[in-house]
């Protein structure tokens, strides 16, 4: 596993109180997001809903499959007081837990890395500028491009995200892809240059090769969050670290914590519609060489949730297979 090394370059002195938060501004009356829990099976709406919310949010490398955590994540805060990183830390690690992964314990090296920041855009100008490698390690499939780092650099958003993932055999875990510079033996022949994969499953329609989420920065903008809950903060940084989400979505359809930003008053935490999501990600197969199948079995999920949802509900009848 690569090693997250931007630890070093971060500083942890607090910093001073934020501003006040400006009064959001009142948009336009608009539709009420809906619950997940609240769509009514009419056949095909269901399935629009659920392939329309999937399609906006994630957001894969090029050319690549979704990304997912496959080890330990430790998450770690930067620039925040004592009390305010210990809950995020906890809380994100919670959510992790919470679709199955294992977390690190005190003292282990951070692959989830939040900080906070007065000028979020500064900052990652200066990362980036610096440590370039860090963001961009030269692997084939390893990032989003160089158009989408430009993204994260200059666009003013609360909080920005950079992820960086990893082709690995899924069988072992090793890695499935050369990144510049590494070489095995005596890197005299191609064949020192490549990691070598033992093929136990060739075929046209299935996959060995999975993407792994090895490194997410999160930067935070003190200032632009100020009118949030600690809570939704966490959950917020939670879901763009745990999945490869689209910064661009437009979620206003969707109850999900996504819209925290634009609806403070109506994303309190984690919602159905996000908690499926994740639900559908990390329980995915993932063996299907048609990069779609992955999309469809997170889908699949949020079906099944869906349903649960309703059928929980106090008295009902156990819904039909959409």
């Not at 931007?6 to 501004?25: I, R």
């Amino acid at each position: 596993m690569v090693i997250f090394a931007l630890t070093a370059l971060l500083t942890t002195a607090p910093l001073q109180d934020p501003p006040p938060a400006p009064a959001p501004q009142q948009a336009p009356a608009a539709e009420e997001p809906t619950r997940l829990e609240d769509v009514t099976v009419t056949g095909r709406p269901l399935d629009q809903l659920i392939e329309d919310f999937v399609g906006e949010v994630a957001e894969p490398n090029r050319h690549r499959g979704l990304a997912r955590w496959e080890e330990r994540v430790c998450v770690g805060v930067a620039n925040l007081t004592g009390e305010t990183a210990q809950y995020l830390a906890d809380r994100i690690s919670t959510v992790a837990e919470d679709v199955g992964l294992e977390v690190g314990g005190p003292g282990c090296t951070p692959n989830i890395m939040v900080v906070a920041t007065d000028d979020g855009g500064a900052l990652a100008r200066t990362l980036v500028e610096e440590r370039g490698r860090a963001f961009r390690m030269g692997g084939a499939g390893m990032d989003r491009g160089g158009d989408a780092l430009a993204d994260f650099v200059e666009t003013d958003r609360p909080v920005r995200w950079w992820q960086m993932s990893l082709p690995v055999d899924a069988e072992t875990g090793d890695r499935a892809v050369r990144i510049p510079g590494d070489c095995r033996n005596s890197c005299t022949g191609a064949a020192d240059a490549a990691p070598q994969i033992g093929v136990f499953a060739a075929s046209r329609l299935n996959t060995q090769i999975v993407d792994a989420l090895i490194r997410t920065i999160v930067i935070v903008d003190v200032g632009d969050v100020a009118g949030l809950s600690v809570l939704q903060l966490a959950d917020y940084i939670a879901m763009v670290s745990l999945a490869q989400i689209d910064p661009d979505a437009d979620t206003s359809r969707y109850a999900s914590i996504l819209n925290v930003f634009d609806d403070p008053e109506g994303s309190a935490s984690v919602t159905d519609w996000d908690r499926a999501y994740l639900a559908g990600l990390y329980g995915a197969e993932r063996n299907d060489a048609n990069w779609r199948a992955n999309r469809a079995e997170i889908a699949g999920e949020i079906r099944r949730a869906h349903r649960r949802a309703r059928d929980g509900e106090a008295g009902a009848e156990p819904a039909a297979e959409e």
